[in-house]
T-cell receptor, first 113, second 115 residues
């Protein structure tokens, strides 16, 4: 079945620096790749997603890139702020009728003021 | 719209007890999902449903059962609680149609402890 690996498990950056989180997936039929942000004790919230027919997508300070050949995708956060501190999860979903997601293990991002 | 709602927020069970975690959505979504999140870990899919009357197993279905008698509700049943089922349980839904068909919306979660 599908497997999604996420790195690093923890990331500490200075406020204003950039942060990059990387994920690899195993199922070449995967075609939808969302990123979720989860604050402590809260539900996961979708922050950005990308589909396999697109190589890059940007939304203000957040961008996601996808390399289908290498089967990896990355989250880029620029000009980090303390409120970006949270756990970030990547996920992948294959082309079928269920849209079920397989999640990575998460990255704890700490933005130091 | 309330979105996806879950009850209860917290629950402590004794080993061997049973309970039902409730999940409801008011977005008329066809697809619903149950995940569990162990401390410091990612989310694992337990069961999912693509419509009323249709359910299927996810990655970690053992020890759980589900039903989907209506579009709105998707309860998760634990029959014989075990300490390994201590976790936070999230319900989610997606429309299954249109441009954002696979975008999943999560409920607030149920924190379950089995002692």
């Amino acid at each position: 079945g599908e497997n999604v690996e996420q790195h690093p498990s923890t990331l500490s950056v200075q406020e204003g620096d950039s942060a990059v989180i990387k994920c690899t997936y195993s199922d070449s039929a995967s075609n939808y790749f969302p990123w979720y942000k989860q604050e402590l004790g809260k539900r996961p919230q979708l922050i950005i997603d990308i589909r396999s027919n697109v190589g890059e997508k940007k939304d203000q300070r957040i961008a996601v890139t996808l390399n289908k050949t290498a089967k990896h995708f990355s989250l880029h956060i620029t000009e980090t702020q303390p409120e970006d501190s949270a756990v970030y999860f990547c996920a992948a979903s294959r082309v079928d009728s269920s849209y079920k997601l397989i999640f990575g293990s998460g990255t704890r991002l700490l933005v130091r003021p | 719209n309330a979105g996806v709602t879950q009850t209860p927020k917290f629950r402590i069970l004794k080993i061997g007890q049973s309970m039902t975690l409730q999940c409801a959505q008011d977005m008329n979504h066809n697809y619903m999902y149950w995940y569990r999140q162990d401390p410091g870990m990612g989310l694992k899919l337990i069961y999912y449903s693509v419509g009323a009357g249709i359910t299927d197993k996810g990655e970690v279905p053992n020890g759980y059962n589900v039903s989907r008698s209506t579009t709105e509700d998707f309860p998760l049943r634990l029959e014989l609680a075990a300490p390994s089922q201590t976790s936070v349980y999230f319900c989610a839904s997606s429309s299954g149609t249109g441009r954002k068909r696979d975008e999943q919306f999560f409920g607030p979660g149920t924190r379950l402890t089995v002692l």
